[in-house]
């Protein structure tokens, strides 16, 4: 810290102010005491300039400050890795001259040698303090096992917290929610250091933590007041008001974790897979089968709600997309400024309003027409071919096993209410989860 403190501006600024003060001169009996201080300050000024700062970088290594830990050496390896792989698939579609048929006369050799794999992910400080693996003991090797998978779990939540904020920005999630998230993903960012053995799996999570917060609960205060005073006419309105609020804030609360989990679940696997990640990536998993389950309960017991959110959600991603249209006009000068400014202003509104609450919907009970796989038939002929088929409805108790891999197809199923879960026969026998499939 001493040799980092360089002397600059500040000090600079007193010495002048001790060389513009009458009473400090008198006070020493010394008329040239204020230039003398300037003249010590500003050399060393200079002197730090050129010596301290210019040698920070070797001072920092000779303290050994910047020695990298065993695990971080095996993070940036796992990098370097997917960097290279990213480099030979930039490198091959560059050399297909059918996509590329400009560059059919370049030396390909000269750019590997100038921008090539080893040119680009090069790091010197590798080549020093090698650590040989034999010399080490049992205990250093699980430390730094134990270290790697903190540094995967600490690199997975960033990731996850990259996410929140993209859904945050393009409307998907609301404001309120999305504090509540960050809270829990900061509380479990605090923690990811800790002895991975002796964690509970789900706190290692923001899952854990909204569970534990209360987050994903109704307020018990507001089951209070609609169980006594929910009768009252003036007030059931109101209550059922609020209370709708907040299973919608909780509803978006859930979808979010499985968006957010699904996304860099996927990018961290295909992207830069290393020794550790795979388990960090199967405890995902369960955090999005919990989510799942309580997302199925929840579009259950309050399909409005969950209509009204799914709404709110498909308006603001509509807002978004329709305003990267009008700003791609302006750019290629197919809109005047004036207009620009107006349809942003007017999108700018629109987006204010929907962050502000949710929208009031229409909610229907899903009937056969509305089924997806059933939609293109025109309605006068529904009917007819509905009896024509013989289709009738069929209640599945939960747990029940509806058809099997390998079997016979003897009929069509179509889920018209609840979830359907299905494994391979591969990951069936781990208790993994494949897919599911909810209503409709």
Same mark, same amino acid.
């Given at each position: ?138 205990a250093d090797i699980e430390e730094s096992e134990t270290e790697l998978r903190s540094e995967l779990l ?84 109101? #209550?059922? &008001?609020? =209370?709708?609020?907040?299973? +919608? /804030? ?6 979010? *974790?499985? %968006?957010?989990? $699904? ?40 399909p409005a709600v969950a209509c009204a959110v799914r709404t709110r959600q498909a308006c603001c991603q ?10 791609? #006009?302006? &750019?290629? =000068?197919?809109?005047?400024? +004036? /207009? ?6 007017? *999108?700018? %509104?629109?987006? $204010? ?67 359907v879960r299905w494994n391979t026969s591969a990951a069936a026998a781990t208790g993994d989860l494949d ?6």
């Open positions: 810290l001493n040799w980092a403190g360089l002397r600059g501006a500040v000090g600079l600024v007193l010495a002048l102010d001790v060389a513009a003060s009458k009473g400090i001169t008198d006070a020493v009996s010394d008329p040239h005491f204020g230039d003398r201080v300037v003249i010590h300050v500003c050399g060393l000024i200079v002197l730090t300039t050129l010596i301290n700062a210019a040698f920070m970088e070797k001072v920092i290594q000779l303290l050994g400050l910047s020695s990298e830990t065993p695990a971080e050496k095996k993070l940036f390896e796992s990098v370097q890795h997917f960097l290279s792989k990213k480099h030979r698939g930039i490198m091959s579609r560059l050399q297909n001259q059918v996509e590329n048929p400009e560059l059919a006369g370049v030396d390909w050799k000269t750019v590997t040698k100038l921008v090539g794999n080893k040119a680009l992910t090069k790091r010197e400080e590798w080549e020093e303090d090698s650590t040989d693996i034999d010399n080490q003991s049992m600490g690199r997975f939540l960033t990731s996850l917290r990259a996410s929140y904020t993209a859904q945050w920005h393009s409307g998907v999630i609301a404001s309120e929610p999305y504090r509540k998230i960050l809270w829990c993903l900061d509380q479990a960012l605090d923690h990811s250091s800790d002895t991975v053995e002796v964690m509970n799996s789900s706190m290692k999570y923001e899952w854990g933590y909204l569970e534990t917060e209360g987050y994903l609960e109704a307020p018990w205060w507001v089951e209070l007041l609609i169980r006594y005073f929910g009768k009252v006419r003036f007030l059931h309105r109101l #209550l059922r &008001h609020t =209370a709708d609020s907040y299973t +919608a /804030e909780r509803f978006e609360m859930v979808l979010a *974790v499985i %968006r957010a989990h $699904e996304e860099t679940a996927r990018a961290e696997v295909s992207d830069m897979a290393a020794e550790g990640l795979m388990e960090i990536c199967l405890e995902s998993q369960a955090v999005q089968t919990l989510a799942g389950k309580m997302l199925v309960q929840m579009e259950e017991g309050h509509l807002i978004q997309e329709f305003k990267g249209e009008i700003d791609a #006009l302006f &750019h290629i =000068a197919q809109i005047t400024a +004036a /207009e620009h400014e107006r349809l942003s202003k007017i *999108v700018d %509104r629109k987006s $204010e309003h929907l962050t502000r609450g949710y929208p009031k919907v229409e909610y229907k009970h899903r009937s056969p027409e509305t089924f997806p796989v059933l939609r293109h038939i025109p309605a006068d002929k529904f009917h007819t071919l509905w009896e024509a088929l013989g289709i009738t409805p069929e209640n599945v108790p939960e747990g029940q096993q509806i058809i099997r891999q390998g079997e016979a197809g003897d009929g069509v199923y179509i889920i018209a209410k609840g979830v897919a599911m499939a909810m209503s409709g």
